[in-house]
Protein backbone atom coordinates (compact mmCIF):
# COMPACT_ATOMS: atom_id res chain seq x y z
CA UNK A 1 0.00 0.00 0.00
CA UNK A 2 1.33 3.08 -0.92
CA UNK A 3 -0.05 6.15 1.24
CA UNK A 4 0.65 9.53 -0.07
CA UNK A 5 0.74 13.09 2.00
CA UNK A 6 -0.02 16.41 0.26
CA UNK A 7 0.66 19.89 1.91
CA UNK A 8 1.50 23.00 0.01
CA UNK A 9 5.49 22.52 -0.03
CA UNK A 10 5.82 18.70 0.76
CA UNK A 11 7.85 20.04 3.67
CA UNK A 12 5.40 20.07 7.05
CA UNK A 13 4.09 16.53 6.31
CA UNK A 14 7.88 15.40 6.04
CA UNK A 15 8.10 14.63 10.25
CA UNK A 16 4.49 13.31 10.21
CA UNK A 17 5.46 11.07 7.49
CA UNK A 18 8.68 9.90 9.52
CA UNK A 19 6.39 8.90 12.93
CA UNK A 20 3.29 7.18 10.42
CA UNK A 21 6.35 4.97 9.32
CA UNK A 22 7.23 4.26 12.86
CA UNK A 23 3.74 3.74 13.79
CA UNK A 24 3.53 1.42 10.76
CA UNK A 25 7.38 -0.80 11.36
CA UNK A 26 5.88 -1.14 15.03
CA UNK A 27 2.33 -2.89 13.32
CA UNK A 28 4.30 -4.91 11.19
CA UNK A 29 2.36 -3.16 8.16
CA UNK A 30 4.06 -2.83 4.43
CA UNK A 31 3.32 0.74 3.52
CA UNK A 32 5.61 3.26 1.61
CA UNK A 33 4.42 6.57 3.30
CA UNK A 34 5.85 9.66 1.04
CA UNK A 35 4.70 13.91 1.15
CA UNK A 36 4.99 15.50 -1.98
CA UNK A 37 3.60 18.97 -2.68
CA UNK A 38 0.19 19.25 -3.49
CA UNK A 39 1.05 20.48 -6.72
CA UNK A 40 2.46 17.10 -7.89
CA UNK A 41 -0.64 15.33 -7.09
CA UNK A 42 -1.56 14.73 -10.17
CA UNK A 43 2.40 12.89 -11.13
CA UNK A 44 1.63 10.85 -8.35
CA UNK A 45 -2.08 9.78 -8.09
CA UNK A 46 -1.27 6.75 -10.12
CA UNK A 47 1.13 5.51 -8.24
CA UNK A 48 -0.51 6.42 -4.89
CA UNK A 49 -3.40 4.03 -2.96
CA UNK A 50 -4.49 6.87 -0.50
CA UNK A 51 -3.58 10.27 -0.77
CA UNK A 52 -4.19 12.54 2.69
CA UNK A 53 -4.04 16.38 2.76
CA UNK A 54 -2.43 18.89 5.31
CA UNK A 55 -4.92 20.94 6.30
CA UNK A 56 -3.28 23.73 5.11
CA UNK A 57 -4.53 22.39 1.32
CA UNK A 58 -8.11 20.70 2.53
CA UNK A 59 -9.47 23.64 -0.31
CA UNK A 60 -8.19 21.38 -3.21
CA UNK A 61 -10.51 18.38 -1.38
CA UNK A 62 -13.35 18.44 -4.06
CA UNK A 63 -10.92 18.97 -7.20
CA UNK A 64 -8.41 16.85 -6.27
CA UNK A 65 -11.31 14.37 -5.40
CA UNK A 66 -12.67 14.42 -8.47
CA UNK A 67 -9.59 13.25 -9.97
CA UNK A 68 -8.90 10.25 -7.92
CA UNK A 69 -12.41 9.20 -7.51
CA UNK A 70 -12.31 7.75 -11.25
CA UNK A 71 -9.07 5.75 -10.59
CA UNK A 72 -10.64 4.11 -7.25
CA UNK A 73 -8.14 6.19 -5.55
CA UNK A 74 -9.58 7.71 -1.96
CA UNK A 75 -8.41 11.38 -0.77
CA UNK A 76 -9.06 12.70 2.47
CA UNK A 77 -8.15 15.87 4.58
CA UNK A 78 -6.11 14.78 7.31
CA UNK A 79 -7.80 15.59 11.19
CA UNK A 80 -6.53 18.85 11.86
CA UNK A 81 -5.72 18.13 15.77
CA UNK A 82 -4.02 14.88 14.88
CA UNK A 83 -1.74 16.86 12.09
CA UNK A 84 -0.97 19.54 14.53
CA UNK A 85 0.26 17.20 17.45
CA UNK A 86 2.02 14.83 14.96
CA UNK A 87 -0.03 12.08 16.20
CA UNK A 88 1.42 9.54 13.03
CA UNK A 89 -0.67 6.58 14.67
CA UNK A 90 -4.19 8.91 14.34
CA UNK A 91 -3.43 9.75 10.40
CA UNK A 92 -2.10 6.33 9.77
CA UNK A 93 -5.29 4.78 11.69
CA UNK A 94 -7.43 7.47 8.92
CA UNK A 95 -5.29 6.11 6.07
CA UNK A 96 -5.99 2.28 6.86
CA UNK A 97 -9.79 2.93 7.27
CA UNK A 98 -9.88 4.46 3.35
CA UNK A 99 -8.17 1.25 2.06
CA UNK A 100 -10.50 -0.34 0.17
CA UNK A 101 -11.56 -3.96 1.21
Known amino acids: MHIV ?10 MLVSKMKAEAEKRQLAVR ?16 DIVLLG ?15 PLG ?6 NMMDYG ?8 DTALALMPS
Open 5 to 14: LCCAAGMSTS
Open 33 to 48: IDAVPVAEFERIIDDA
Open 55 to 69: PQVQFEASRLTAIAA
Open 73 to 78: KPVAVI
Open 85 to 92: TMRGDKVL
